[in-house]
Nanobody, 117 residues
Framework: QVQLVESGGGLVQAGGSLRLSCAASGISFSFNIMSWYRQAPGKQREVVATITTGGYTQYSDFVRGRFTISGDIGKNTIYLQMNDLKPEDTAVYYC???????????WGQGTQVTVSS
């Protein structure tokens, strides 16, 4: 049974920083694609950043330059360094992972990030 566990969320003032972590367990293989998504109250879940085998990274426009995705995808562990946080970054942040060619993601339970103004 695959488990993705996020940690590192919390309450921070605008302009502050947080670092989220995600680790997978219960599997004997390495994911190829790991991503961070977020969902704010009343809004749809949206992708924040993605990292793939080989180190390719991709960011949504609303976080580019402020957030950095990193990690050892071969060990199924990724991070999201979030700097210059804004109140509109308030959301539940989810870790998601999949393999090349698979159309299904495995999801974590999420971690709450709240940015006060």
């Amino acid at each position: 049974q695959v488990q993705l566990v996020e940690s590192g969320g919390g309450l921070v003032q605008a302009g502050g920083s947080l670092r989220l972590s995600c680790a997978a367990s219960g599997i004997s293989f390495s994911f190829n694609i790991m991503s961070w998504y977020r969902q704010a109250p009343g809004k749809q879940r949206e992708v924040v950043a993605t990292i793939t085998t080989g180190g390719y990274t991709q960011y949504s426009d609303f976080v580019r330059g402020r957030f950095t995705i990193s990690g050892d995808i071969g060990k199924n562990t990724i991070y999201l360094q979030m700097n210059d946080l804004k109140p509109e970054d308030t959301a539940v942040y989810y870790c998601a992972a999949t393999l090349f060619g698979r159309d299904r993601y495995d999801w974590g339970q999420g971690t709450q990030v709240t940015v006060s103004s």
